[in-house]
């Protein structure tokens, strides 16, 4: 007797058993995987592991990614992809410029540009009142910078005889990158004494920046070769460039061996004013939607800023505890908007 009632009882738990492991994985979520573009910039969040186990455990989501400049990736993507995710809203105007159409668009994440260049350098800019320095955050007036840019003064005219050539701001280039394009319109606007660039203002405006982007010669397709060759070949090569403020913050994060080597030497300077890049991701597919959701969860925002400098809806306003950069701004205050996608337009035709 007693043995018929465990073996009832054994029967009834396999019964329960097979009944719930076919109903977990009836329910199970599948895997899913989206591919699309972004900017080399954001290699290093969608590369790390914590990025990656964090998507596949809350959302079964593979984030594949092929590297693209912002805006060569809204003029020339594939059709067979889930997403674009450049650099700025200026990229997502172009988008819609011409022609395309997405599923769904919402701005990820910010980041401010900013220059960077060396002790040396910064120093010599502050003794001619072009840069500053308030506590230990450092800043740079860009019509006075843009002027000596304009008047082809060299380094030598400023006191740094070590260095070569004409004071010029190298960048990537402006039709192809978003830190170049966003560039572009930071100089455009201080060459035009910081004030809003109409149609009317072109036609001189124009002509100086020719005359800038011809001096500076070949530019770079990606914001991150940019910033390495910054920190490879040193302060004669690159004086200045132009970039993320991410970048500097990831760095120091990713490389911290590295860091601890450059950090006194690099600095990091906001432009007066600056403009934000707003990385926005643009959902082409129903599956490129799901990659939307999951970067807008609050781990992964929080992620971005702590981890890649990424400044979110989460973190990254009056915080810079997470990072070893002395002279991080937290609240940037000086902000310009971008000239108008028509001007813009004219502008990058210019430097072409």
């Known amino acids: 007797m007693k043995k ?37 910039e954001k290699i290093g969040l969608v590369e790390s ?8 455990e809350k959302y079964k989501l593979n984030f594949d990614y092929k590297k693209d400049g912002s805006l060569d990736m ?11 995710f450049p650099s700025s809203e200026l990229a997502l105007e172009l988008f819609k410029h011409l022609g395309g159409s997405a599923k769904q668009s919402e701005i990820v994440f910010n980041t401010p540009i900013v220059l960077y260049s060396r002790k040396l350098v910064v120093d010599g800019l502050i003794k001619e009142g072009i840069a500053s320095k308030e506590g230990d955050v450092y800043y740079v ?3 006075k910078l843009a002027s000596l840019m304009k008047e082809e003064k060299t380094w030598a005219d400023i006191g740094l005889n070590d ?36 149609n009317s203002d072109l036609t001189k405006l124009k002509e100086d920046l020719k005359n800038i982007y011809g001096a500076i010669g070949y530019m770079q397709g990606s914001s991150s070769d940019m910033f390495n060759q910054f920190l ?8 200045i460039i132009a970039g993320y403020e991410s970048q500097l913050l990831e760095f120091s994060k990713t490389d911290k061996e590295m860091f601890e080597k450059i950090k006194d030497d690099v600095i990091m300077l906001y432009p007066k004013p600056t403009v934000y890049s707003s990385h926005v991701y643009i959902a082409l597919t129903d599956k490129g939607k799901l ?3 999951s970067l807008m969860d609050s781990k992964v925002q929080k992620m971005a800023w702590e981890e890649h400098g990424f400044r979110t809806v989460v973190a990254g306003s009056e915080d810079k505890d997470s990072f070893d950069v002395k002279n991080l701004d937290p609240v940037v205050k000086q902000v310009m908007s971008m000239p108008r996608l028509d001007i813009m337009l004219e502008l990058m035709k210019a430097v072409e």
């Open 74 to 84: 809204v003029e020339n993507y594939p059709a067979d992809i889930d997403y674009l």
């Open 291 to 293: 990659g939307l959701l």
């Open 4 to 40: 018929r009632i465990w073996g009832l009882l054994v029967l009834i738990v396999v019964i329960v058993a097979s009944g719930l492991y076919y109903f977990m994985d009836k329910n199970k979520k599948e895997e899913v995987s989206i591919t699309g573009l972004i900017g080399g």
């Open 163 to 198: 260095l070569y050539g004409r004071i010029l701001v190298d960048t990537t280039d402006p039709n192809k990158s978003n830190s170049g394009n966003m560039f572009l319109g930071l100089l455009a606007n201080a060459l035009n004494g910081n004030k809003s660039l109409r």
């Open 49 to 56: 592991d914590n990025f990656k186990d964090t998507l596949m």
């Open 141 to 143: 007036d860009m019509v």
């Open 232 to 239: 490879r070949q040193g302060v004669g090569a690159y004086p």
